[in-house]
C-alpha cells in the first residue's frame, strides 16, 4: 500500500498517531505548548466516530478518559507541566485501577508557570514518582517528528496491554518544530487491544488471568458488573484492609511492568561498538547530541551515544552494560540531572557520569555537549 508523506509538526504527528492507535475519546485543557494536540483532535475526532470535550480543568480531564476508557475506549489526554501536576491524583487512581489511558506532557520550563513557550526536560521524574505510592507507568520520550507518531502508537498499544497508563513525554521543541513524515498504510500498523472476557460467568476484574499478570478488563454498559475504587482491592474490585491482599496487590501491579522491562525498553544506538565516552540523552537534547558525537568522532575521540525512547521502566541492564566497559558517560538533558541520577544508580559507580545540564529555556547547542565530551575523554 503507498505510504502518505506530509510535512508535520510534533504535536500534529502525536495526533495522528494516536488517531491511528484507535483513539476514541479525548478531554483536556488547552495549555502551552500541548494546545495543538486538542485542536487537531477537536477537528478530526468527529470524523471518526469519536467525541471531544474540552474540560473546565486538568483535573476533570483526566477523570474523564479514565471514565472514558472504562466503557472501552481508547482515551487520551494531553497537557503541560503545570496540568499534569494537577493530573497526579487522577494518574495514581489510573494506575491501582488498572485503567489503561494514554497522556501526553509536552514539557516547558518549570516549576509552576516557568516559561510557558521555551522547552525543558524536568518533567522526568515527575511522570515517574508524580502521583503519591508505589505504582505501575510507562514513559515513552519521543526523539524526532517521526516518533511522535510511532512512540504515540505504542503509548496506546502499551497501556492496552498492561492494563497501565502509558506517558508520552515530549518537549516544546519536539512539539513544535516540524519535519517530513513518511506515514506508514493503516495496514502496516500493529494496533492492540486491551485483553477482554469471554464469559460473564465468574467474572473478577482484578484477577490474574494472563501469564503477564494483566487481568481480563470488561467494558461497562455491556451486562459485566464490576467495582471500581482508589482503595487496595481483591480480585472482584471490592475494598479490602487485609495485608496479604495489599502486599499481592501491589506486588502484581509492579511485576507486570519489571516481569516484562525486556519487551517495554526501548532504545537507539550510535557507535557504541568501541566507544571510549558515551552519551546518554533523550528528546530534543539527544539532536544536539548526536551531531556533537559525530563531531567527536571527526575529531578522532571514540564517542557514542544511547537515545531512551523509553525512559520508564530506566533501562538498567543496558546502561550497566555500556558502563563496564566506557571511560566515561555524559548525560545531557534540560534539567539539573534528573536522568543523570539513574544512571548514576544502574552503572554502578563503572564510569564516572558527567552531568550537562541547561535550564534556561534554550536547547543545547551540540558545541556544548562536544565540550563535554572532550573534557570526559582527557
Known amino acids: 500500500m503507498p505510504r502518505t508523506v506530509k510535512l508535520m509538526q510534533g504535536n500534529e504527528a502525536c495526533t495522528v498517531g494516536a488517531l491511528a492507535a484507535g483513539l476514541e475519546f479525548y478531554a483536556g485543557y488547552p495549555i502551552t505548548p500541548s494546545t ?66 494514554v497522556f501526553v506532557n509536552v514539557q516547558r520550563v518549570g516549576p509552576s508557570t516557568g516559561m510557558p513557550t521555551s522547552p525543558a526536560q524536568g518533567d522526568v521524574m515527575q511522570a515517574r514518582w508524580g502521583t503519591h505510592g508505589d505504582h505501575p507507568v510507562i514513559v515513552l520520550s519521543p526523539g524526532n517528528v517521526k516518533e511522535c ?3 504515540t502508537v505504542r503509548a496506546f498499544n502499551l497501556s492496552e496491554r498492561y492494563r497501565v497508563p502509558a506517558i508520552v513525554l515530549m518537549d516544546e521543541v519536539i512539539g513544535h518544530m516540524r519535519e517530513k513524515v513518511e506515514l506508514p498504510d493503516a495496514s502496516e500498523l ?16 482484578y484477577a490474574a488471568e494472563t501469564d503477564g499478570g494483566v487481568p481480563l478488563m470488561a467494558p461497562f454498559g455491556e451486562g459485566y458488573r464490576w467495582h471500581v475504587t482508589g482503595l487496595f482491592h481483591d480480585e472482584t474490585g471490592f475494598p479490602s484492609n487485609k495485608p496479604e491482599v495489599a502486599d499481592r496487590l501491589m506486588r502484581r501491579l509492579a511485576a507486570k511492568i519489571d516481569r516484562n522491562e525486556p519487551v517495554i525498553r526501548d532504545f537507539v544506538t550510535e557507535s557504541l561498538d568501541d566507544c571510549e565516552v558515551a552519551v546518554i540523552s533523550f528528546g530534543s537534547s539527544a539532536m544536539s547530541a548526536l551531531s556533537a558525537v559525530r563531531k567527536a568522532r571527526a575529531a578522532g575521540i571514540k564517542a557514542g551515544m544511547l537515545r531512551l525512547r523509553t525512559i520508564w521502566p530506566f533501562p538498567d541492564e543496558a546502561v550497566r552494560e555500556l558502563s563496564s566497559r566506557v571511560k566515561a558517560i555524559v548525560v545531557p538533558e534540560m534539567n539539573l540531572g534528573q536522568v543523570a541520577l539513574e544512571v548514576e544508580r544502574a552503572s554502578r559507580c563503572n564510569a564516572k557520569v558527567a552531568r550537562v545540564s541547561k535550564v534556561n529555556g534554550e536547547l543545547f547547542r551540540p558545541e556544548e555537549i562536544l565540550a563535554a565530551i572532550m573534557e570526559a575523554a582527557k
Open 190 to 205: 500493529v494496533i492492540e487491544s486491551r485483553p477482554a472476557p469471554k464469559s460473564r460467568v465468574g467474572y473478577k476484574p
Open 149 to 151: 507518531f510511532e512512540l
Open 36 to 101: 495543538e494536540i486538542a485542536e487537531l483532535c477537536a477537528e478530526e475526532l468527529p470524523k471518526v466516530g469519536g467525541s471531544f470535550i474540552q474540560m473546565e480543568d486538568e483535573i476533570a480531564s483526566a477523570a474523564a478518559i479514565i471514565g472514558a476508557s472504562l466503557t472501552g475506549k481508547k482515551s487520551m489526554t494531553a497537557t503541560s507541566g503545570p496540568g499534569f501536576s494537577l493530573m497526579q491524583e487522577l494518574l495514581g487512581y489510573a494506575s491501582l485501577c488498572e485503567v489503561p489511558v
